[in-house]
């Protein structure tokens, strides 16, 4: 009795040290609890886990997990643990058969259902990512991100009204996203709705100015209709983007496009420089024959690559 009032302060105190993230303390009252109950708490067994999870010692945190599980085989939160540890090593199969027993035990258990949807969608497993996200859904409809990933996943299968349905709910959910609003712009250029699209990504940008692909998807929309207004969108991307290889060499073909030549070439030298992988792709680019034919271009093919 004395033993179980002492181990239950220590809890407390472990619990209240780990929120105010004093994972040293937490961590050596976590153990003393571990001492004390002789390896059989769960709860101080699971605690272990989670600070070593935050310093990034996955072995040690395996252990802990397969260590509660050792005392009691209903222990959702140490089957969740160790799928999230699975998951970020990408053993995917490993760690949905994880989720999947977290789940079974626990069938309100929101987020493995949101983990184990995104490890069947990062893995190929569409539908099945579908049907995880939709059980998720039917429990909390107001999951933004599971509505979000969800109306993605239908965006590449192309099921686009789907999609809408599911970005307008998110965007209902929070309004501010800059991936809601981006994904937004996504479905609307597939609708044809080029002008409310460009409000979606003039928005995303606004939300969130280091987001690349949205400088891109808004310039791609006046390409040809009004290109000096796409390189001005390109040039603000690559003012809060400057590293990003795929801007340079978009503005790089727009440029070519209004017969800037030699500010054409400066950009797809700098996507050179940033990715010699586009190579083969500048190579076979008919927006930039010309631009293959200068002379600044040769030299600095000879040179660099």
Not at 1 to 20: G, H, P, S, T
Not at 130 to 153: C, H, V
Request: glycine share 4%; proline share 1%; charged share 30%.
């Amino acid at each position: 009795m004395k033993n179980d009032m002492k181990i239950n302060r220590y809890l407390e105190k472990a619990e209240e040290a780990f929120e105010q993230n004093n994972l040293i303390k937490s961590l050596n009252l976590y153990n003393k609890v571990y001492e004390l109950s002789k390896g059989k708490d769960v709860d101080a067994i699971i605690n272990l886990a989670l600070i070593y999870d935050f310093w990034g010692k996955s072995e040690k945190v395996k252990e802990y997990y397969k260590e509660a599980l050792s005392i009691d085989d209903c222990e959702e939160r140490a089957y969740y643990g160790l799928a999230a540890i699975y998951d970020d090593e990408g053993n995917y199969a490993k760690a949905i058969k994880l989720y999947k027993k977290a789940i079974y035990i626990n069938p309100s258990y929101h987020k493995a259902y949101f983990f184990l949807a995104n490890a069947y969608d990062v893995s190929g497993k569409k539908d099945l990512a579908i049907y995880t996200y939709k059980r998720l859904l039917s429990l909390s409809p107001l999951d933004f991100w599971a509505n979000l990933n969800l109306g993605s996943i239908y965006e590449e299968k192309d099921q686009n009204d789907l999609a809408y349905k599911k970005f307008s709910k998110a965007l209902k959910i929070n309004p501010h996203n800059y991936l809601a609003l981006f994904n937004m712009g996504v479905i609307c250029c597939k609708f044809n709705m080029v002008k409310k699209a460009a409000g979606f990504y003039e928005r995303a940008i606004e939300k969130n100015k280091n987001y690349e692909y949205s400088y891109l998807n808004l310039a791609v929309i006046y390409k040809y209709k009004d290109t000096e207004r796409g390189i001005k969108i390109l040039s603000r991307g690559i003012d809060n983007c400057s590293e990003v290889h795929f801007l340079y060499y978009n503005r790089s073909c727009f440029y070519a496009l209004i017969n800037e030549k030699n500010q054409a070439c400066e950009d797809i030298i700098q996507a050179l420089k940033l990715y010699p992988q586009f190579l083969k792709y500048v190579l076979e680019d008919e927006e930039l024959e010309k631009i293959r034919q200068l002379n600044s271009f040769k030299e600095f093919i000879h040179n660099y690559i």
